[in-house]
T-cell receptor, first 115, second 113 residues
Framework: AQSVSQHNHHVILSEAASLELGCNYS??????LFWYVQYPGQHLQLLLK??????LVKGIKGFEAEFIKSKFSFNLRKPSVQWSDTAEYFC?????????????FGSGTRLSIRP | DVKVTQSSRYLVKRTGEKVFLECVQD?????MFWYRQDPGLGLRLIYF???????EKGDIPEGYSVSREKKERFSLILESASTNQTSMYLC????????????FGPGTRLTVL
């Protein structure tokens, strides 16, 4: 069965620090990968997604993620975080072409940025 | 912009009550989803629908049912609410392909006393 693991439950950083949030999935076939973000009091929204092509994906607000197939990983990165990046981040995976295709979400990582 | 709206932001119900959560999307999306979001557990899929009058169970369908009579509207029903159904409920929609991006509503925080 598909699953998604986000090992960091809560990350605390100072402004301007670099960020990397881990995401690993388990599925042997072709996958679509997503990062969603939920800012305090706001809707869950798409940050970036990978379907095919260049494994380095750039998203909104300076975020990027790299799909490493051999490691079943899709880690989220940002070189210099801002206080406004305080939010909860969810990794998600969808198995392409499966008969019961649906998106599986990780448990989320809460990011707190100290001003 | 895609807009997904949910009928209530906050709802308080008593154990045993029948509860209806409504979701409406305005982008003519075929797929609609209901999740519950709990701390430390992320989003868990309750039910989804890929067409009018069609529904599929997600990972945690027990205690819930759904209704999709019109394309734009997807309702989640708690037949007899219980305290362990206290949670944040999120609705989402996406275009035809199930691999497409999902667009989420603001959520309904349900408390069952």
């Amino acid at each position: 069965a598909q699953s998604v693991s986000q090992h960091n439950h809560h990350v605390i950083l100072s402004e301007a620090a670099s960020l990397e949030l881990g995401c690993n999935y388990s599925y042997g076939g072709t996958v679509n990968l997503f990062w969603y973000v939920q800012y305090p009091g706001q809707h869950l929204q798409l940050l970036l997604k990978y379907f095919s092509g260049d494994p380095l994906v750039k998203g909104i607000k300076g975020f990027e993620a790299e799909f490493i197939k051999s490691k079943f990983s899709f880690n989220l990165r940002k070189p210099s975080v801002q206080w406004s990046d305080t939010a909860e981040y969810f990794c998600a995976v969808n198995a392409r072409y499966s008969s019961a295709s649906k998106i599986i979400f990780g448990s989320g990582t809460r990011l707190s940025i100290r001003p | 912009d895609v807009k997904v709206t949910q009928s209530s932001r906050y709802l308080v119900k008593r154990t045993g009550e029948k509860v209806f959560l409504e979701c409406v999307q305005d982008m003519d999306h075929e797929n609609m989803f209901w999740y519950r979001q709990d701390p430390g557990l992320g989003l868990r899929l309750i039910y989804f629908s890929y067409d009018v009058k069609m529904k599929e169970k997600g990972d945690i369908p027990e205690g819930y049912s759904v209704s999709r009579e019109k394309k734009e509207r997807f309702s989640l029903i708690l037949e007899s609410a219980s305290t362990n159904q206290t949670s944040m409920y999120l609705c989402a929609s996406s275009p035809r392909t199930l691999t497409d991006t999902q667009y989420f509503g603001p959520g309904t925080r349900l408390t069952v006393l």
